[in-house]
């Protein structure tokens, strides 16, 4: 360990970790799931780190934030109501506030500690929790989405940590097709869904589970975030069967009049259709299963 430094090791990368220099620790806690850990980092602002994983830092938040919730609302014609899975930090829900046709954002996060740690110490994520259709329930989005009548959502995004953890559930396969009877016909889900440098298995067997239960299109796509592991971070993007769903074509732009607040820094049209071009040894993968 360098003083001053920290650095991301974990299992699921392993023989590799990324190093933020350090000034400041500002809290650490352990909730009902997790070490919870916030530092002042010299040069990528704020930190929010969940078991020794980076999650969140105030200087490259606006790739991930933008693409999860950007890809799958700007691809189908009028989301309405829209369900966020995990996503505790509320950054997701300052993106899906942008869409003046959303009426409804329901946000399932299992731990209430990393909701309030993110309002004291990350009020720029946080701000998402203003918006007042949001609805925030503090618990399992599994146990969540068992409860929600069939056809509720025009869209889902499940916005997780890794597989090793409180989110393990999510990767699995009785999750979406909870998630597919959540959605009405024609709705999309999108999910975190790792890198394709570090974890084409788990990407290979997400494919898998995704085309045996979405009925309309399941496709790939990832953008880059430095300070996420391998610099990358990929999103399943699926859609239920009846209206056909093209996400390289984004149906729905956002409008300059949705940015008025704070105009996006990372997404826009191009972004959104290159995200889908993938290298040939992910496309070999993904496209076979
Ligand atoms: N190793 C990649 C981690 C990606 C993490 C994405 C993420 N980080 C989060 C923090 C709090 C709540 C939801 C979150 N979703």
Not at 23 to 48: D, R
Not at 91 to 103: K, N, P, T
Request: net charge negative; hydrophobic share 40%; with cysteine.
């Amino acid at each position: 360990v360098i003083p001053g430094w920290f650095s991301e090791i974990s299992p699921m990368w392993p023989g590799e970790a990324h190093s933020l220099k350090v000034e400041k620790i500002l809290f650490q806690g352990k909730s009902e799931y997790q070490n919870i850990m916030i530092f002042q980092s010299a040069t990528y602002g704020k930190v929010l780190v969940l078991d020794g994983v980076i999650q969140v830092t105030e200087r490259d938040e606006c790739a991930y934030q933008e693409m999860i919730a950007h890809l799958p609302l700007c691809s189908i014609p009028n989301p309405k109501k829209v369900l966020v899975i995990g996503g505790g930090d509320g950054g997701v829900l300052r993106e899906v506030a942008r869409h003046s046709s959303v009426e409804q954002i329901d946000i399932c996060e299992i731990d209430g500690m990393v909701v309030e740690v993110s309002k004291q110490f990350f009020p720029d994520l946080a701000v998402g929790y203003e918006d007042p259709r949001v609805n925030l329930h503090v618990g399992d989005g599994v146990a969540f989405l068992k409860a929600v009548p069939e056809g509720t959502y025009d869209a889902v995004i499940v916005d997780s940590s890794d597989p090793i953890g409180p989110a393990q559930e999510l990767f699995e396969k009785p999750f979406f097709e909870s998630v597919a009877k959540a959605l009405r016909p024609g709705g999309v889900v999108c999910t975190q869904a790792e890198s394709i440098w570090l974890h084409m298995h788990i990407i290979e067997d997400i494919v898998s589970n995704c085309r045996q239960i979405f009925k309309g299109s399941v496709n790939y796509a990832w953008t880059t975030v430095p300070t996420y592991p391998s610099g990358v971070i990929g999103f399943m993007l699926c859609s239920t069967g009846g209206p056909a769903v093209d996400f390289r074509n984004p149906v729905n732009p956002i409008e300059d009049k949705d940015n008025e607040k704070a105009p996006l820094k990372f997404y826009n049209k191009e972004i959104h259709s290159a995200a889908f071009c993938l290298p040939s040894f992910a496309k070999k993968v993904i496209d076979s299963k």
